[in-house]
Nanobody, 123 residues
Framework: VQLQASGGGLVQTGGSLRLSCAAS????????MGWFRQAPRKEREFVAA????????FYADSVKGRFSISRDNAKNTVYLQMNSLKPGDTAAYYC?????????????????WGQGTQVTVSS
């Protein structure tokens, strides 16, 4: 499956963005999906994940209550709604697909990755 992330941009503190991850090649209904991010000079970190069926979600503590992951299997797309953005959220955001049912925060359990989309939050 090929993944294409989009929707990043420059936003002020407190603003919102919605990232999209469009899949091609195979249906995302076969995969649990996740979002990760990597800031300059930092390691990649988990942001959010959703189970294959969409009934279970999992968030990093740093984004809980502000970000929301969802999926539309009919559109073969996963979304990350980001609200109340902070400068610390500045990073390249990556979507990933995992063969399996369960949402996972472990990047090494993901099999396919999209390219990053840059999110910059100004203070």
């Amino acid at each position: 499956v090929q993944l294409q992330a989009s929707g990043g941009g420059l936003v002020q503190t407190g603003g919102s963005l919605r990232l999209s991850c469009a899949a091609s090649g195979r249906s995302i209904s076969n995969y649990a999906m996740g979002w990760f991010r990597q800031a300059p000079r930092k390691e990649r970190e988990f942001v959010a994940a959703i189970s294959r069926g969409g009934g279970s979600t999992f968030y990093a503590d740093s984004v809980k209550g502000r970000f929301s992951i969802s999926r539309d299997n009919a559109k073969n797309t996963v979304y990350l709604q980001m609200n109340s953005l902070k400068p610390g959220d500045t990073a390249a955001y990556y979507c990933a697909a995992r063969r399996g049912v369960v949402a996972s925060p472990n990047e090494y359990e993901y099999d396919y990755w999209g390219q990053g989309t840059q999110v910059t939050v100004s203070s």
